[in-house]
């Protein structure tokens, strides 16, 4: 059994695909011992390292329209339209008191200190405080301060934090990119039951947040949407700079258009998209290992 250091990047919803990676990593033999999360990245390493990304997972495929509407506590006119308690008050029970130093597994959050500018690596103390300050995207949740600093999500300053993991023992280092420019090629078959959820969370949710959010939604560029490229944009930038000095063994490539950054009722299909990606990447590593002057 070879044992990985594990990068997970941010991009929003489409983070639901490290649960099918880690999945298809396990199926193919790996020990996960180490892994760095920013954003969504640290919130399912983190459900990973605790044991409860079973029971997560299992939660976000159940949920209906009433579930995610009770769940959005909004707080406009502050420093974030949602203030995040009803959700990570879940969060939170589902991690429990766990701190960092005392995982199974060797834990990075990644978080930016709007303070110094600087990213932070949270790697000691609560668990569910480092994924919340990790996880708080600018003007959507509202910011964690710990210890005089004030933190954001940490995909703002590094998307695919591989520097944390750069002094682990591991065989291998393997790096998730949510935010690939490469075509989406898969076509997950769903099954009519989800086709009908997705339909109506979608549609629900989005003519709630039209009701919350400042502006009009209207068709082609809005407040929103622009706001969604915008990070879009700016993370797929700072990935291929901060890929350049760090060069993992195994990339896996999450395309940027296989769902939106807020397109969270796409669970079912993110967590199969993540799949059939890692699955392709272990199969090419495995015939580049088996057959390295090919090609």
Known sequence: MKSISLVLGSGGARGYA?????????????????????????????????????????????????????????????????????????????????????????????ATDLTTQKEVWLQRGNLSVAVRASIAIPTIFTPVEIKNKILIDGGILNPVPIGPTLSDMTDLTVAVNLNSTIIMKHQIIMPEKEKKRQHLLHGKINTFLEQKLPGKEEPGLNYTKIFRKTIDAMQHAITRYKMAGYQPDVVIEIPSNACGFYEFHKAYEMIEIGKKTAAEALERLDDATLHPNSG
């Open 18 to 110: 490290h649960i099918g990676i880690i999945e298809v990593l396990e199926d193919y033999g790996y020990e996960i011992k180490s892994i760095a999360g920013s954003s969504m990245g640290a919130l399912i390493g983190g459900l990973y390292a605790c044991g409860k990304l079973d029971a997560y997972k299992e939660w976000v495929l159940t949920l209906d329209v009433l579930d995610v509407l009770k769940l959005l506590d909004f707080t406009i006119g502050k420093i974030g339209f949602i203030k995040g308690d009803r959700v990570f008050s879940i969060m939170e029970e589902m991690i429990g008191e766990n701190n960092i130093e005392d995982l199974p597994i060797a834990f990075t959050a990644v």
